[in-house]
């Protein structure tokens, strides 16, 4: 015996027969005594799954301080503070809590919109207790409980059926498979058989379609085959987003040159004999210039408006760096079932003698569409034909369809359900055939018989009408029908239509009727069904999504690879495949048992290169397939709904769970939820992260190249022994409040239009590629010189220091101003990028601009700042100035325009990656 969470049996219970399990497990089928419940619950805990508890508000706030950047703001917190520069320490110590704040306001609404999400329903049991038949919480049952199952249940634990009649569960959600299982309790299995085979089993989680059983319970929680899969997802092993990758290594890199250039400069000074306090005061200057101290909040406001847009198109992120990551994705590993399809049979051939083959087309979920024949419009032949199929389905047929409140509502086993469908397609609906042709008798659908009967007063003569596996039908039909009446059956031309149908990928079922001879008083029974007549073989398929397909096409439009993985049978999933458009031929196909069969890594890595539909693939293969992609330089996506999905959506760069219809697990597990179950929201979201990172790319090269400028006045006046053209307070002022106001407003910045027409981004390429850093150095040199030219120039002509600096400062501020407009585009000319597409930024830049000069006029601010009043014609002056930057980056979009062919990606101009 185990105890725990872990497995109570050592041996496989699928390999056990009934008296053993019972044996094995202390039960009987009259159930447990309460007695024996009790000490049970205290020894295995309660049949739930832990749930992870999600971050308090505090934890949130406090998790926006994880960060390179962050950390070395601090430091120069710090630092201000033991010199007692204090006005710099408030300066930097508001930047940190105002970004700490938007941060954890976003992130705590994004978890409690995804907790929403959860439908915390508790689920009720039928279990046998002591002889007698308890409803109880599926929390309350423990191993060696006797449960009985219903169709329409859902199954609440690893379960060893004991007797079963005519049961088939949907274990899509485990498995990955679009067909349900039949399951048979009497079959004795091998101790190796698969999940997928294990059909004396009923697990945890899936739901039964059709029949009914009684079960003994054999493993319960984290025991359980759903149970492995949550735990094997709880602990933090995602993988980084690539926007947090790209960040820490750009701020590491950026807090390598600060200290360097402070040591540097410390050094230098110190030669010169500079104090030790002038020194620091120099060196907190320094990097003050350097640092991009507004890039945090900016960082945080761009992803936050990123997310809320995404919102709007139906998809929810759960964590504020998964909104650029979506957009960085080169790799989208798509669960088939219930994501890419409609997790639904549906009827989609119909193939009749003389090698007809018919068209069904529609929703898979109610009855519009029509069906065509090769030629098209079927004739008055054709139609005969149609109408003895719609009948029989109808006929045969245990389902329910029906419409309430605007709403087609179905409940049944699939294939009922689907053929109901069919048939409504043809104005056949099931209560006006039932009322003309009275039901006698039926012979319900058994695992064992694999077909359905039903007899019918047609004509008043009692009529058969059959509907199950072609195969079984063929032994009972000695004619079939055609467009031109009845003839002998032709079982070899029939067996070819049928594989024909199941190399594409059908489920092939038949259909049959014939008048029978039944005494009155006799039961309906298997041995009158013969001589009949065979109408046809009927093709059914889980369907595409109807967006699915349009949605792949984006992608690959977008440079983004697709790949299907799925549980389903490869033939099945080749099919779906090609209708995707995924694949050119079967070699893109990779089957499970290859994956296993390979000999190391580096074969798998192999395989999924090319690969574009991976089948029969267990769920611990998920996340071998997603790592292996990884090892290849790919930026994964993986979207899903099922729990067997969570151990794939964990590992991913981004993992995407579907909303309305995925598991708990998987919605757990996942970064990014979508709310419809829309593949094409997907891709929606991949154009918003797109835009996302291109707008934090917009607001780094402000900061930066405005930083840059402060950093090359810096150094031109060291080396001319100039005093320092502005002081540490004035730079953060500038980087800060004017820059602050208008990189915010930046990342409001919406689409430049063509996300998904440009190919991803390269996993390895830096946030400053070889276009940034020009247009970096470029600005950055013509705003350093004029303004120091000014500063001098000032100097020179007898103006005091204070004065000079207010200028300077003054100066300063309106570059920012002018260069907020260069930062919307790398190529995209000012004149021809319309100021109103972001009202805010026109305004933010007003705004920034009206600030400083209400500083001027504040005396108490004025004092803190060195600023002061100017007259208008200095203003006009200083624009002037002011202006030039525009001009130059103008003449340099031009050039890139006229002169380079080269591209790079989603938002830029072209070159290579750069180093930071």
């Not at 508890?53 to 703001?73: A, C, D, M, T």
């Not at 590993?333 to 193939?351: F, H, I, M, P």
Request: hydrophobic share 45%; with cysteine.
């Amino acid at each position: 015996m185990q105890t725990g969470p872990e497995k109570l049996i050592t041996v496989y219970p699928h390999a056990l027969n009934k008296e053993q399990i019972l044996s094995r497990l202390t039960a009987r089928v009259t159930g447990l005594t309460h007695e024996e419940v009790l000490l049970r619950q205290q020894k295995y805990g309660p049949n739930a799954l832990p749930r992870k508890r999600p971050p308090g508000l505090f934890e949130v706030f406090l998790n926006q301080f994880k960060s390179p950047l962050i950390y070395v703001l601090v430091a120069a917190a710090l630092v201000s503070l033991l010199i007692r520069e204090f006005s710099d320490a408030i300066f930097i110590s508001a930047v940190l809590f105002l970004n700490a704040i938007i941060g954890t306001v976003q992130e705590f609404s994004a978890q409690r919109s995804a907790d929403a999400l959860q439908k915390m329903m508790m689920t009720r049991v039928r279990v046998l207790r002591e002889g007698d038949a308890y409803e109880i919480n599926s929390e309350e049952i423990v191993p060696g409980d006797i449960v009985l199952l219903e169709s329409g249940e859902r199954v609440p634990a690893d379960m060893r059926l004991l007797e079963s009649h005519n049961l088939e569960i949907d274990e899509s959600l485990l498995s990955g498979e679009s067909f349900a299982v039949i399951k048979q309790a009497e079959t004795v299995l091998e101790n190796d058989a698969v999940l997928g085979d294990r059909i004396n089993m009923a697990f945890a989680g899936s739901l039964v379609n059709r029949g009914r059983a009684t079960c003994v319970v054999v493993s319960i929680g984290l025991a359980t085959e759903l149970g492995m899969i949550a735990k094997s997802v709880t602990g933090d092993t995602s993988a980084k987003a690539p926007l947090q990758v790209r960040m820490e290594r750009f701020t590491q890199r950026v807090a390598i040159f600060v200290g360097c250039a402070v040591l540097a400069m410390a050094t230098i000074l110190l030669v010169r004999g500079m104090p030790v306090s002038e020194i620091f005061l120099s060196s907190v200057a320094l990097a003050v210039s350097v640092i991009p101290e507004g890039l945090p909040v900016a960082l945080t406001v761009a992803l936050a408006i990123g997310m809320r847009r995404m919102a709007r198109r139906d998809v929810i992120v759960r964590r504020l760096i998964a909104v650029e990551a979506l957009g960085s994705c080169t790799y989208i590993a798509s669960d088939k079932t219930g994501t890419l399809t409609a997790n639904q049979l549906t009827v989609r051939r119909l193939a009749f003698a003389d090698n007809q083959t018919w068209e069904v087309n529609g929703e898979s979920d109610q009855p519009n569409g029509e069906i065509v024949t090769s030629s098209g419009e079927p004739n008055e032949q054709d139609r005969n034909l149609l109408n003895m199929a719609c009948q029989c389905a109808i006929l045969a047929n245990e389902g329910y369809l029906g419409h309430q409140n605007g709403d087609w509502t179905s409940n049944g086993d699939a294939v009922d359900v689907a053929l109901l469908i069919m048939a409504h397609r043809e104005n056949w609906v099931r209560t006006e055939v039932i009322s003309n042709c009275p039901e006698i008798d039926t012979i319900p659908f058994e695992s064992e018989r694999l077909y359905s009967a039903s007899l019918n007063w047609v004509d008043g003569r009692p009529r058969a009408f059959v509907k199950g596996a072609f195969e079984k039908l063929l032994l009972m039909c000695d004619r079939q029908m055609s467009r031109d009446g009845i003839g002998e059956l032709d079982k070899v031309a029939v067996e070819a239509q049928a594989r024909q149908l199941a190399s594409q990928g059908y489920r092939v079922i038949a259909l049959a009727s014939g008048d029978v001879e039944v005494q009155s008083g006799d039961e309906f029974v298997h041995r009158h069904l013969q001589n009949l007549t065979l109408i046809g073989l009927v093709g059914l398929i889980d369907p595409l999504r109807p967006e699915a397909k349009a949605a792949v096409a984006k992608c690959r439009d977008a440079g983004i690879q697709v790949a299907m993985v799925t549980g389903d049978h490869p033939v099945t999933a080749l099919a779906i495949g090609r209708e995707l458009n995924l694949l050119d031929d079967e070699s893109q196909v990779i089957t499970g048992s290859q994956l296993k069969a390979a000999a190391n890594e580096a074969e798998v890595d192999r395989m999924t290169r090319t690969a574009s539909v991976f089948a029969r693939v267990e769920p611990t293969q998920k996340l071998d397939i997603v790592q292996s992609l990884q090892r290849n330089g790919h930026y994964v996506a993986v979207s899903g709904d099922g729990a067997n999905d969570a151990p794939a959506l964990r590992a991913a760069q981004v993992g995407v769970a579907m909303g309305k219809n995925g598991t708990d697990v998987a919605r757990e597990t996942a970064a990014i939820i979508i709310t419809d179950d829309n593949f094409d929201s997907i891709v929606d979201g991949v154009e918003e992260g797109r835009i996302a990172y291109a707008n934090v790319r917009k607001v780094i090269f402000l900061l930066v190249s405005t930083g840059a400028a402060e950093l090359v006045l810096f150094v031109l006046a060291m080396i001319t022994a100039l005093p320092l053209p502005l002081l540490a307070v004035q730079l953060l002022w500038l980087n800060l409040v004017t820059n602050g106001i208008q990189d915010i407003a930046l990342a409001f910045e919406p689409g430049e239009g063509g996300e998904l027409k440009q190919p991803p981004r390269s996993p390895k390429e830096a946030i400053f590629n070889r276009i940034m850093l020009e247009r970096v150095i470029i600005s950055a040199v013509v705003i350093g010189v004029v303004a120091f030219g000014l500063f001098k120039y000032l100097l020179d002509l007898g103006f005091n220091l204070e004065q000079a600096r207010n200028s300077t400062l003054l100066l300063m501020v309106l570059f920012e101003n002018v260069h907020v407009f260069n930062s919307r585009s790398e190529s995209l000319s000012v004149l021809r990028h319309n100021p109103l597409r972001n009202k805010l930024l026109l305004g933010g830049t007003c705004i920034a601009q009206l600030v400083h000069i209400g500083a001027m006029y504040t005396p108490w601010l004025g004092d803190v700042l060195g600023a002061s009043p100017v007259t208008f014609g200095q203003w006009l002056s200083l624009l002037g100035m002011a202006l030039s930057v525009l001009v130059v980056m103008e003449l340099h979009k031009w050039f890139r325009s006229r002169f380079t062919v080269a591209s790079e990606g989603p938002g830029t101009a072209g070159g290579k990656s750069g180093t930071i």
